[in-house]
Structure formats: structure tokens, C-alpha cells
């Protein structure tokens, strides 16, 4: 027995408690009674410290230096742990059990466990300082950890730890860090941490079920350093990032929800990569997956709602996604730029103002199967740069224009269907290329399938129908070929052309129209002949000209709408070549 004023039975102190147990050579249970102990314990053996009172009426702090030392088999209950610019509690050997207790630290450590230690802690409350696990083993329960100067609970070295149950707010750095070690956390909350809620690094393993993540100020979860790990029905909502796998990390992510996250729901960069399946990510701020410098995620199964770009693969990155339902959002529904590849398979995008935008050079693909796009405002797909993009079985429905390609850019498309579009099915412009085999477009507003600039289009065994202004167009220098392709309705033209292209075995009965463009004005040849003066080979107006000399001075004489005579002359006459020769030979002095 401990009171703070000795008395009948009971030591003053702990610490002479701790002496009378250990000259016993056996289990001890010390049990202490409400008061102010400031004292540093070192606790030897097997023994038990519990405090007689509520909550907080054991108070046990030195002035300076650890608060308890422990090495044996030792279980701490119900008592009030405080220290300043050291660890609190320190786990050098054997195992320690802290339950019902408190622990604050000032400018240190909370709890120390050693490798080769094993620490429980059950119904705790740790403030100010983190919890570090060393190369230790341990399980916490029921325990809140705040407002820690680092991170809140640090996993490192090899140690193994289960969290279960357990609170985490406003920590300085990470709530938890797992770094070459492997740690568990089972229906956790994690709340207000400044940088990344649960961070895993360093070839780490990492388990979450059922936790829940919410106004972090960076990534809710992170991956990095070839990190691994489940994060299986976690909610994340107003983090910057909802969950972020970097440098060769690959965790597997099932049955979560990302919710407000305010830049990206899902983002995969620096070679990272993960598999994604079952999750949702709901009205990101900025994408809501993400993939990005080498990025590779595998996403299966995952819905976005809400938020403005759904699917981003940029800048060297690729994706591959199956089954992913795209809806409602600000902006594309799915984009691939720059020398980046993506597949999509399976896929759906409704009311989004566009579906696919591929950009970027020549190592720039897409490849999109069993795709439904419905309800955009502006292209289904559009392709540019020198981006090589193919479609299979891939329908658009309700928009403005079904798929376009430009620049220099190549769109294959094999078994596509287009309906019910403002502008357009498919349309080919600058020097692209369009080659489609079985394309059906129905109900097109304007055109079926156009060609324009100086576009390419291949075209063979397809079908146009009721397109109000022409099944097929081809202006300018645009050509290609038609092979048994088909025009039906009765509305518009069914082909008009520019004598550029191949009709073989066309059915229709709409009109075919040739219309020949007119041949643009030859050039004006203008030949200097350093010698002769120049050559003119057609009429020449409003020009003045001197040579010669290396300055020519312009002169512009405006006239009066009153006055009659005329001081602008229309046509390059010789005469008034001579005059202007003639001004420059008295300014300058040269001889033509």
C-alpha cells in the first residue's frame, strides 16, 4: 500500500514500495492511493501498479527524466503519467501492460518499447508526445491518442502492432507511420493530422478495416517506398488527397469510400501503382483518380459521382480499368495526355460534358471496349496530337458530337454505334486519320461522318441513318475511301464529296453530290533580280518598292473626302515606280 503521508501498512512513496517488493523475489501488487507523486520509478520483476482512485487522482511526475522505467513483467492501471523532455515510459525488457491510464509528454516520448519488448496498451490516453514501437510487438485497444508534436503512433524497425478501435486527432505529423515494420488498424478514427493520416513507407505492411479518416490536411492514406498492404471499407472524407501510393508502392484498396476530398480522390504517382476495387469517389475537387509520372493503378469496379475530371492518366502514366462507373461531373469524364496509356474496359460515363479526351504525341494511346458514353454536352471522344486511340463496341448516345479526331492523330474504331447526336457521328479533321469498320450512326442532327481539311477516312461496312443533313461529307482536301457502306433515311444528301474519294458498293437512295472546290488563286510571283530590277507576272497593287539602301522611309498621304485630286494611285504603274525611285535617289543619293 502507497498513501502520500505513509501511515498504518503504507509507504510513503512508490518508489519504497518498489524496494520492500523487490527484496520479496516474487510477484508484487502495489496499490496506491490519490495524491501527487513526484517521483521516477524503476520498476524490476514482476509487478503490478494500480491506482486506488478515479481517474487522474494518481499523478506520478517527476521533475525532470523518465516517469517510469520497466523491465520485467509489469502492469500499470489507473494511474496519471506525466513528463517533460523525456520518455515518459520506458519499456527496456520483457513486457508491459498499460491499462486505464494516462500519459502526457511534454516535448517527448509517451511510450518507449524497445525491440524485443511487448507492450499492450488498453483503454489508454496518450497526449502531446508520440507512441513509438522499436522493433517491439503490441496491441492497443481502445486508446486516444492527442494532439502529438510528431506522429501520434510510430511503427518502425521491424516491430509488429495491432490498433483497434482507437482515436487519433491533431497530430503535427502523421496520425500513424509504419515504416519497415507491419501494423494493423481495425475500426480506428483519424482526424485533423497536418500531413498524411496513416503513412506507410519504406517497404512497410500496413492492414485498415473499417476505419474512418476525415479533415486531414494531406493524404488520408499513404503508400510510398515500396509499402504494401489491404485498406479494405475505409471512409475517407474532406482530406486533400483521399488516399495517394508513390514509388513503387502497391497496396490493394477494396470496398472504400472517398468522399470531398479537395484535389484527388485516388492518386497514383512516381511509379506507384495499386489495385483499386469496389470503391467510390464522390465529388472530388480536382480528379477523382488520378494517374500521374509513371503512375499504373489497376482499378476494378469503382464508381465516380460528382466532382469535375473522373479519370486523369498523364504525364508518362497508364491505368487499366474494368467495370468503372463515371457520372455527373464538372468536366471529362476520362483523359489521357502526355505519352501516357490507358485501357478502359467495360466502362460507363453519363451526364458529363465530355467522355474522352486523348492528347500528346505518338506514345499517347487509348484503348476503350465495351463502353457506353450518354449525355455529354460535347464529344464522346476526341482525339488530338499524334494520339493513337482504338474503340470496340463503344456507343455514344445523346451529345454533340459522337467521335472526333484532329491534328495528326489516329482513331480506329471496329463495332461503334453513335445515336442521337447534335452535330455529328465521327468527324476527321486536319491531317488525321479515321478507319472504322461496322460504324452505325442514327439520328444525327447534321452529319454522319465527315471529312474536312486534310483528313484521312478508311469507312467500310457501315451504316447512316437518318442524319438530317448528309449521311457522308467530304470538303476541302479531305479523301478516303467508302466500302459497302449504307445511307439510309429521309432527310439530307447521302453523300457529298470533293471528287477526293473511293465510293465502292455504296447503298443509299438519298442523293450522291460531287462538289469540286474551286481552285484557289495562282500566287503572285514577285523574282528579284539583283540586276534588272524586279519581275512582276501579274498586276500589282498598292505596293512600293526601293532597293538599294538600308532604310526606307513610308509615307501615308490621307485625303480630304472634299478634295478632287487624286494622290493615291491604285496600280503599280512604271510612272509611279520612276517617282518613288526617283524620291529615294534625291534622299539618299543611291543608284538603283
Keep these: 500500500m502507497v498513501a502520500p503521508h505513509g501511515g498504518r501498512?503504507?509507504?510513503?512513496?512508490?518508489?519504497?514500495?518498489?524496494?520492500?517488493?523487490?527484496?520479496?523475489?516474487?510477484?508484487?501488487?502495489?496499490?496506491?492511493?490519490?495524491?501527487?507523486?513526484?517521483?521516477?520509478?524503476?520498476?524490476?520483476?514482476?509487478?503490478?501498479?494500480?491506482?486506488?482512485?478515479?481517474?487522474?487522482?494518481?499523478?506520478?511526475?517527476?521533475?525532470?527524466?523518465?516517469?517510469?522505467?520497466?523491465?520485467?513483467?509489469?502492469?500499470?492501471?489507473?494511474?496519471?503519467?506525466?513528463?517533460?523532455?523525456?520518455?515518459?515510459?520506458?519499456?527496456?525488457?520483457?513486457?508491459?501492460?498499460?491499462?486505464?491510464?494516462?500519459?502526457?509528454?511534454?516535448?517527448?516520448?509517451?511510450?518507449?518499447?524497445?525491440?524485443?519488448?511487448?507492450?499492450?496498451?488498453?483503454?489508454?490516453?496518450?497526449?502531446?508526445?508520440?507512441?513509438?514501437?522499436?522493433?517491439?510487438?503490441?496491441?492497443?485497444?481502445?486508446?486516444?491518442?492527442?494532439?502529438?508534436?510528431?506522429?501520434?503512433?510510430?511503427?518502425?524497425?521491424?516491430?509488429?502492432?495491432?490498433?483497434?478501435?482507437?482515436?487519433?486527432?491533431?497530430?503535427?505529423?502523421?496520425?500513424?507511420?509504419?515504416?519497415?515494420?507491419?501494423?494493423?488498424?481495425?475500426?480506428?478514427?483519424?482526424?485533423?493530422?497536418?500531413?498524411?493520416?496513416?503513412?506507410?513507407?519504406?517497404?512497410?505492411?500496413?492492414?485498415?478495416?473499417?476505419?474512418?479518416?476525415?479533415?486531414?490536411?494531406?493524404?488520408?492514406?499513404?503508400f510510398i517506398e515500396q509499402s504494401r498492404g489491404l485498406v479494405r471499407d475505409v471512409r475517407v472524407s474532406d482530406a486533400e488527397h483521399g488516399i495517394g501510393v508513390a514509388s513503387g508502392a502497391d497496396p490493394v484498396v477494396r470496398d472504400c469510400v472517398f468522399a470531398d476530398c479537395r484535389d484527388t480522390g485516388i492518386n497514383v504517382q512516381t511509379t506507384g501503382r495499386g489495385t483499386f476495387e469496389s470503391c467510390e469517389v464522390l465529388n472530388a475537387g480536382s480528379v477523382s483518380l488520378f494517374s500521374t509520372n509513371g503512375g499504373a493503378p489497376r482499378v476494378n469496379g469503382c464508381r465516380v459521382a460528382g466532382g469535375n475530371v473522373g479519370v486523369a492518366v498523364v504525364d508518362k502514366a497508364r491505368g487499366h480499368f474494368t467495370d468503372v462507373v463515371v457520372e455527373d461531373l464538372a468536366g471529362a469524364a476520362l483523359r489521357v495526355f502526355d505519352e501516357s496509356r490507358a485501357v478502359f474496359e467495360r466502362t460507363r460515363v453519363e451526364r458529363c460534358p465530355a467522355g474522352l479526351e486523348v492528347r500528346g504525341n505518338g506514345a499517347t494511346t487509348a484503348q476503350l471496349t465495351d463502353v457506353r458514353i450518354a449525355g455529354f454536352d460535347m464529344a464522346a471522344v476526341a482525339v488530338t496530337g499524334e494520339a493513337r486511340v482504338t474503340l470496340t463496341r463503344v456507343s455514344a448516345e445523346r451529345g454533340l458530337l459522337g467521335f472526333g479526331v484532329g491534328e495528326e492523330a489516329f482513331l480506329q474504331i471496329q463495332d461503334c454505334e453513335v445515336s442521337a447526336t447534335r452535330a455529328g457521328g465521327a468527324v476527321a479533321f486536319g491531317r488525321a486519320r479515321l478507319v472504322a469498320r461496322n460504324l452505325t450512326v442514327t439520328g444525327s442532327e447534321a452529319f454522319g461522318l465527315c471529312g474536312t481539311e486534310s483528313a484521312y477516312v478508311d469507312v467500310a461496312d457501315s451504316r447512316f441513318d437518318d442524319c438530317a443533313a448528309a449521311g457522308v461529307t467530304f470538303d476541302e482536301s479531305g479523301g478516303g475511301r467508302l466500302v459497302n457502306c449504307s445511307v439510309t433515311g429521309t432527310r439530307g444528301v447521302g453523300v457529298q464529296h470533293n471528287g477526293r474519294v473511293d465510293l465502292v458498293s455504296l447503298h443509299t437512295s438519298r442523293p450522291v453530290v460531287e462538289r469540286v472546290p474551286e481552285p484557289a488563286p495562282a500566287p503572285v510571283q514577285v523574282v528579284n533580280n539583283h540586276y534588272h530590277g524586279p519581275v512582276f507576272n501579274a498586276a500589282v497593287h498598292g505596293v512600293h518598292l526601293a532597293w538599294n539602301n538600308d532604310r526606307i522611309t513610308q509615307q501615308i498621304i490621307q485625303q480630304d473626302a472634299s478634295q478632287s485630286t487624286a494622290q493615291v494611285t491604285p496600280r503599280a504603274t512604271p510612272q509611279v515606280v520612276q517617282q518613288v525611285i526617283q524620291e529615294h535617289d534625291d534622299q539618299n543619293g543611291a543608284t538603283p
Design 9 to 222: 501498512r503504507a509507504h510513503p512513496d512508490i518508489s519504497s514500495a518498489l524496494r520492500a517488493a523487490a527484496e520479496r523475489h516474487g510477484p508484487a501488487l502495489i496499490e496506491i492511493a490519490p495524491g501527487h507523486y513526484e517521483e521516477s520509478l524503476t520498476v524490476r520483476g514482476e509487478v503490478e501498479l494500480t491506482g486506488m482512485g478515479g481517474p487522474g487522482s494518481v499523478l506520478v511526475s517527476p521533475p525532470q527524466g523518465t516517469v517510469l522505467d520497466a523491465f520485467g513483467t509489469v502492469r500499470v492501471r489507473g494511474l496519471l503519467l506525466v513528463g517533460r523532455e523525456a520518455d515518459v515510459v520506458d519499456c527496456l525488457g520483457g513486457t508491459l501492460a498499460l491499462e486505464h491510464t494516462e500519459v502526457r509528454a511534454h516535448g517527448g516520448v509517451c511510450v518507449h518499447a524497445r525491440r524485443g519488448t511487448r507492450v499492450a496498451l488498453t483503454d489508454c490516453v496518450f497526449r502531446y508526445g508520440r507512441t513509438l514501437f522499436a522493433g517491439a510487438a503490441g496491441t492497443i485497444e481502445r486508446c486516444g491518442f492527442h494532439d502529438a508534436a510528431d506522429n501520434a503512433l510510430a511503427v518502425i524497425e521491424g516491430a509488429r502492432v495491432s490498433v483497434r478501435d482507437s482515436r487519433f486527432e491533431g497530430s503535427r505529423i502523421h496520425g500513424v507511420r509504419v515504416s519497415d515494420a507491419w501494423a494493423e488498424l481495425v475500426g480506428c478514427a483519424l482526424t485533423g493530422t497536418e500531413k498524411a493520416a496513416v503513412m506507410a513507407d519504406t517497404r512497410a505492411e500496413l492492414t485498415m478495416a473499417g476505419c474512418r479518416v476525415d479533415s486531414v490536411h494531406a493524404e488520408a492514406v499513404m
